[in-house]
């Protein structure tokens, strides 16, 4: 299962927080999307949910837009 969350506005710590809520519903192998629209939000999610053991790819997937896939390991 891919959850998707429309983060394209927002600052920090509000994607962290969306992304926390609905990762601590899924099971291993599931998956959040994140999409922000923000340099340092993109860092910052990549930063601290690393730091939770779970497998993350990055993509700028057009200039100035980030896709962060989250998946419970």
């Known amino acids: ?9 927002d600052m920090c710590p509000v994607p962290y927080l969306k992304a926390s809520k609905e990762l601590a519903k899924l099971e291993k192998g599931d998956s959040v999307l994140i999409i922000t629209d923000h340099s340092c939000v993109a860092r910052a999610l990549v930063e601290k949910l690393a730091k939770d053991s779970y497998l993350i ?3 700028e997937v057009m200039n100035g837009v980030w896709e962060i896939t989250v998946t419970v390991d």
């Open 57 to 59: 790819e990055e993509d």
């Open 1 to 9: 299962m891919q959850i998707e969350i429309d983060c394209l506005g």
